[in-house]
């Protein structure tokens, strides 16, 4: 049954066009190659002998067609961005009903499979996952298969917990609040979307740590990860307080503006892996954060310490270099994890320690720039969220003993 449009948003790509215009205006860079990316139309379904809607107008969201196929069922074909692509099979919709009633979704994927179990919010701020009888993989189709209750109050439903550009913009300007932290544009995206870090430190101490996040669209949980760290390092506590005066903290927690806000799986507008292009460095994402943090590394006197990379897989591990690999502070990762393992003898704690130095990575990067420890530090889709909190508080609290320990060292003797 074909559904009735009730809107249909501007082709999108003369809205990108536009968007790309007024972003030359307020000092965007201007030669960022064309968009190499299929853009979703964002519109409406309405299926009126069922009295129910469906639509993707909001950020983040992923839906790319919608028909309905029995009574109460509706499958809905979920598309990447583009193809090849690893598969993070993003999803979210919206769903209103005339009546209370409940429905039959069926999810159906191109170049991709189901992984992510599905969230829903009646709200778009309080998200639950849906129970396992709500919800089951068809053996035959592969397709996802979700029973929802849904009403005349709106209903959305996503792959993960919904946390978008205005949240990131919310959580910044909270953690800005703070008399020692100063928040930035550092450039734009190609579309124009800010590229926004902040710098944290109580005093002028040269010492850095570099934190980046959110290069891929869907990894929520590598995010959650990252505020939880951000957050501990700004608290009140005697340790976060030294640390300020001997530690810069620089964060850019939004790489992938345009991704996240098109519901992308994996890419940015120009249809690149950013954590691929830390070697080419062919992207305006890349490019402003790389001249980011070597600004702050080339100050006088200033010397780099660390840098993070918060992601989101299907198991919790830290990316690291190898475990004989020469670096400053020699020997960081081995008592940073140990530190960790030791304070949550329960938490599995897994380590990979390939260097990859050809991928792109801003692991790579990090230590063949720098030689300093560059660890990618993942969170499971589906780990527990008080415990990527309770964690990633805890390995901010090591990470900031163990480098105090480091920069406050003896310096060994001459013989």
């Known amino acids: 049954m074909n559904a009735m449009v009730l809107k249909r948003s501007t082709l999108a790509v003369c809205s990108l066009a536009l968007a790309l215009a007024a972003a030359l ?11 190499k990316v299929a853009l979703q139309e964002h519109r409406t379904w309405e ?30 074909v979920i598309r990447p961005e583009k193809a090849p692509i690893n598969n993070s099979a993003w ?8 009546k209370p009633q409940f429905i039959t979704v069926r ?23 849906l129970a396992e009888s709500q919800y089951h993989v068809d053996a035959a189709t592969k397709e996802a298969v979700l029973t929802l209750g849904v009403g005349p109050k709106p209903l959305w439903v996503a792959g993960q917990e919904m946390f978008v550009n205005a949240d990131f913009a ?11 932290v100063k928040k930035k544009t550092i450039g734009r995206s190609m579309r124009g979307e800010p590229i926004q870090q902040l710098e944290i430190s109580e005093s002028a101490p040269p010492n850095y740590v570099f934190i980046v996040g959110r290069q891929h669209p869907p990894e929520v949980t590598g995010t959650m990860g990252l505020m939880a760290f951000v957050e501990t390092i700004c608290g009140d506590s005697e ?25 992308h799986w994996r890419l940015n507008l120009g249809g690149v892996d950013l954590n691929r292009d830390w070697k080419n460095f062919a992207h305006p994402e890349t490019q402003v954060v790389r001249a980011e943090i070597l600004r702050l590394a080339e100050q006088p006197g200033a010397k780099p310490f660390l840098l993070l990379d918060f992601h989101s897989t299907h198991h919790d591990v830290f990316y690291t270099q190898p475990k004989d690999a020469k670096m ?3 020997d960081f990762t081995e008592h940073w994890l140990e530190s960790i393992k030791t304070r949550f003898p329960d938490y599995k704690l897994a380590r990979s320690g ?25 969170f499971g889709d589906n780990t527990d969220r008080e415990l990527i909190r309770k964690i990633s508080t805890g390995a901010a609290e090591e990470m900031m003993r163990t480098l105090l320990a480091a920069v406050n060292a003896p310096a060994p003797s001459a013989r």
């Open 170 to 180: 919310k959580w910044m300007s909270k953690v800005d609040k703070a008399r020692f």
């Open 91 to 98: 999803y979210a919709f919206q769903v209103v009903s005339r």
């Open 47 to 76: 299926f009126k002998s069922a009295g129910v809607r469906f639509n993707n107008q909001f950020a983040g969201a992923r839906l790319n067609e919608c028909e309905q196929v029995g009574d109460r069922t509706f499958r809905i």
């Open 25 to 35: 205006l307020v000092g965007a860079p201007r030669a960022w190659g064309e968009v």
């Open 354 to 378: 390939d260097h990859n130095p050809n991928m792109g990575t801003s692991k790579g990067w990090g230590y063949e720039q720098f030689h300093i420890p560059a660890i990618t530090y993942e």
């Open 239 to 263: 340790l976060a307080k030294s640390f300020r005066k001997q530690f810069r903290t620089a964060v850019v927690p939004l790489m992938n503006p345009d991704g996240v806000r098109e519901g």
């Open 107 to 129: 999810l159906a994927y191109e170049n991709g499979a189901h992984r992510y179990h599905p969230k829903a919010s009646s709200d778009g701020k309080v998200w639950l996952p």
């Open 328 to 330: 400053f502070p020699a």
